[in-house]
């Protein structure tokens, strides 16, 4: 009697501690929310009403946005052009020495449709989003980029961090200079796609990079290399 009932109390026990273990997916509902964190964003599309070259005639630096919001496939598809994965080998949009990609790419969002406020990782592998901080930190970051407007009134913005160590395995001392090369071939990337979709953006590079770092939660070895607010131009 005594052994069914401690048995009957193992297993409920076994039981409980299955009921309420969390469970990873990256299906999470619409604001990322969810023991991992984890969005599955829409598919990036591969074709497009405007041609490369008109894109490239109509690319200029855009600082004044209007407070309508993005929306989630227009994240999703500045995301993909920035890093997304375009081949089953892992290559990306932008090129990288030694395919080693040490770039990571967040996004700071405060008026996107269907994506709560907060900070979120770009995850290229299965194109979705890591939620890192919750609540708008814009104008935390506009503060750390020495006060400069379009960094507080976008809609979202971009952040480009760098890993070099990646790059520096392979590569030494010329590792700097290969990172940076990737980083504009990145945000050019962001820029053309913003112009296709209609949006506007613009590269900064002026800001105190420890207080980005902190502002945005870069991890480990992450520096900070160039911020990229998007918006609807005024």
């Known amino acids: 009697m005594v052994r069914t009932f401690l048995l009957s109390v193992v297993v409920a026990g076994m039981v409980a501690a299955v009921?309420?273990?969390?469970?990873?997916?990256?299906?999470?509902?619409?604001?990322g929310h969810g023991p991992?964190?984890?969005l599955k964003l829409p598919?990036?599309?591969?074709?497009?009403?405007?041609?490369?070259?008109?894109?490239?005639?109509?690319?200029?630096?855009?600082?004044d946005y209007t407070d309508k919001p993005l929306t989630l496939t227009e994240v999703s598809q500045l995301l993909?052009?920035?890093?997304?994965?375009t081949d089953k080998r892992g290559f990306r949009?932008?090129?990288?020495?030694?395919?080693?990609?040490?770039?990571e790419v967040y996004i700071v969002a405060g008026n996107v449709e269907g994506l709560a406020d907060g900070i979120y990782k770009?995850?290229?592998?299965?194109?979705?989003?890591?939620?890192v901080a919750r609540g708008d930190k814009r104008l935390a970051l506009c503060a750390a980029a020495l006060g400069q407007r379009c960094v507080g009134n976008a809609a979202a913005v971009i952040v480009f961090a760098a890993d070099y160590e990646r790059t520096a395995k392979?590569?030494?001392?010329?590792?700097?200079?290969?990172?940076?090369?990737?980083?504009?071939?990145?945000?050019?990337?962001?820029?053309?796609?913003?112009?296709?979709?209609?949006?506007?953006?613009?590269?900064?590079?002026?800001?105190?990079?420890?207080?980005?770092?902190?502002?945005?939660?870069?991890?480990?070895?992450e520096?900070?290399?160039?911020?990229?607010?998007?918006?609807?131009?005024?």
């Not at 591969?46 to 005639?57: F, I, M, P, Q």
């Not at 770009?122 to 939620?131: D, I, S, V």
């Not at 700097?176 to 953006?201: C, D, F, I, K, W």
């Open 19 to 31: 009921v309420f273990l969390p469970i990873a997916s990256s299906g999470q509902s619409g604001d």
């Open 122 to 131: 770009y995850r290229p592998a299965g194109h979705e989003l890591e939620k």
């Open 223 to 234: 520096r900070p290399m160039c911020l990229m607010p998007v918006g609807r131009p005024r």
């Open 93 to 103: 949009t932008a090129p990288s020495a030694g395919a080693l990609y040490p770039l």
């Open 80 to 85: 993909w052009a920035a890093q997304g994965i």
């Open 170 to 221: 392979k590569y030494g001392r010329r590792a700097p200079r290969y990172v940076h090369m990737e980083v504009g071939h990145a945000a050019e990337n962001v820029y053309l796609q913003a112009v296709s979709l209609g949006l506007g953006t613009t590269v900064v590079g002026g800001f105190r990079d420890e207080k980005v770092k902190a502002v945005v939660g870069l991890a480990g070895k």
């Open 36 to 38: 991992t964190s984890l």
């Open 43 to 63: 598919e990036p599309k591969l074709t497009g009403k405007l041609s490369v070259e008109e894109a490239l005639a109509r690319r200029r630096s855009v600082r």
